[in-house]
T-cell receptor
Framework: GAGVSQSPRYKVAKRGQDVALRCDPI?????LFWYQQALGQGPEFLTYFQNEAQLDKSGLPSDRFFAERPEGSVSTLKIQRTQQEDSAVYLCASSYPQGDNEQFFGPGTRLTVL | AQKITQTQPGMFVQEKEAVTLDCTYD???????LFWYKQPSSGEMIFLIY??????QNATEGRYSLNFQKARKSANLVISASQLGDSAMYFCAMRVFSNFGNEKLTFGTGTRLTIIP
């Protein structure tokens, strides 16, 4: 079956622009996660959804970052007024059910802010 | 606070040899899970193996095994009979439960493994 998909795969933005990154989780997966991976580093947690509810957004680095999952499936991570330090790979992962199961990751979106 | 430490930034191994990638962790939570993921140059994180904190036996998945030493808080990945396709970044991660009741993964900084023909 289809895995987690993300779009776009690559995004170049000028500083100050808004961007929107999309994640399509595996069908039926309840849990959805966003991670940020800076160059040469491991992924770092940003936010978590259980169905449409955003239960944990403790990892979002600033109020310029906003995520939503209005119907409990597709999720969008939005970054407003992008800064150079936002340049990273943004990974989406899903799992079902919550608990012992692994998180399945998408290919990521590489964001470059000029 | 939870932390994962991977002390080997890079490793070079001859093809067909076994390789051990080190991982130590720190948590005060008695219940946790440990994962290893492989990240090739394409960027996708590929799940390799999982070990639960209460599992009595070390996890194995094909050529991958996890050397779990709970008292030492280490969870090293062993790859037997390495192949050229094993060249990638390898991340150790720990599943923790946040104050919000959900799980999330905390990752180490990774080890870049290069297999030499």
């Amino acid at each position: 079956g289809a895995g987690v998909s993300q779009s776009p795969r690559y995004k170049v933005a000028k500083r100050g622009q808004d961007v929107a990154l999309r994640c399509d989780p595996i069908s039926g997966h309840v849990s959805l996660f966003w991670y940020q991976q800076a160059l040469g580093q491991g992924p770092e947690f940003l936010t978590y959804f259980q169905n449409e509810a955003q239960l944990d957004k403790s990892g979002l680095p600033s109020d310029r970052f906003f995520a939503e999952r209005p119907e409990g499936s597709v999720s969008t991570l939005k970054i407003q007024r992008t800064q150079q330090e936002d340049s990273a790979v943004y990974l989406c992962a899903s799992s079902y059910p919550q608990g012992d199961n692994e998180q399945f990751f998408g290919p990521g979106t590489r964001l470059t802010v000029l | 606070a939870q932390k994962i430490t991977q002390t080997q930034p890079g490793m070079f191994v001859q093809e067909k040899e076994a390789v051990t990638l080190d991982c130590t962790y720190d948590t005060s939570d008695p219940s946790y899970g440990l994962f290893w993921y492989k990240q090739p140059s394409s960027g996708e994180m590929i799940f390799l193996i999982y070990q639960g904190s209460y599992d009595q036996q070390n996890a194995t998945e094909g050529r991958y095994s996890l050397n779990f030493q709970k008292a030492r808080k280490s969870a090293n990945l062993v790859i037997s009979a390495s192949q050229l396709g094993d060249s990638a970044m390898y991340f150790c991660a720990m599943r923790v439960f946040s104050n919000f009741g959900n799980e999330k993964l905390t990752f180490g900084t990774g080890t870049r493994l290069t297999i030499i023909p």
